[in-house]
């Protein structure tokens, strides 16, 4: 599938699948979306605990290096677990802009470290933040309440329904922590269905720049 790196909206960079039509980030704004969903509406309402995470699509790495510049914001201890059965190619990660357009100068070795850090090993890239990448298929997870939040970015349902399904959807109930947080871009209705059957509260959220909507789900026990 031919893949070719574009800029988004607010001028950082995102990789496209050019026989999907799909980008592994919101052409609106990759970074503003990766701030609004996964950060605004899931890490914030842990404040200064510590919290172990689970990332459904590790990709480009921007919503990991946005989570650790976070952590290191609020001196937060962070357990990160990033999900990717296709990783993305090293020669692709040297064109995302991320650190530049963070102006994280001070912390682009992190962002390089967390791209060239072996699989299916837990590392330290700080005191308080810890990276483990899982070169896995979503549908071969089988956590059992681990993680107390999931970013779920997958690729959209209208070109890999079957992440989006019951089936997915329970493997990440299972995962969460009594009390967890699931947290997406998506806010269609088969998803919310989804989730719904497996035992999520679902609520609807004002999406990031370019989309209306977007949906949280808890683990309520």
Not at 17 to 44: P, R, T
Not at 80 to 97: R, T
Not at 103 to 124: P, R, Y
Not at 164 to 169: G, N, V
Request: a negative charge; charged letters at 30%; hydrophobic letters at 40%.
């Amino acid at each position: 599938m031919k893949r070719e790196i574009i800029k988004t909206l607010d001028g950082s960079t995102t990789i496209h699948l050019q026989e999907w039509d799909e980008c592994y980030h919101s052409k609106h704004g990759a970074i503003q979306e990766a701030k609004h969903v996964f950060i605004k509406n899931g890490l914030e309402l842990f404040g200064n605990n510590p919290v172990r995470i689970m990332e459904i699509g590790f990709g480009t790495g921007l919503n990991a290096f946005i989570t650790f510049l976070e952590g290191v914001r609020k001196q937060q201890t962070i357990n990160y677990v990033g999900v990717e059965a296709y990783p993305v190619e090293a020669k692709e990660v040297l064109e995302m802009n991320y650190v530049s357009e963070l102006e994280a100068d001070a912390f682009k070795d992190v962002f390089a470290e967390m791209h060239e850090a072996e699989w299916d090993e837990e590392i330290k890239i700080s005191t308080d933040f810890s990276l483990t990448k899982r070169k896995q298929f979503f549908d071969e997870i089988n956590d059992l309440e681990i993680f107390d939040l999931i970013y779920f970015d997958a690729f959209g349902y209208r070109v890999q329904p079957e992440l989006w399904s019951a089936e997915i959807f329970q493997k990440m109930y299972n995962s969460l922590k009594p009390n967890g947080v699931l947290v997406t871009y998506a806010a269609r209705g088969v998803v919310k269905r989804s989730m719904i059957a497996v035992g999520f509260t679902v609520e609807k959220l004002a999406g990031p720049p370019g989309k209306r909507e977007m949906f949280r789900a808890f683990k309520k026990v």
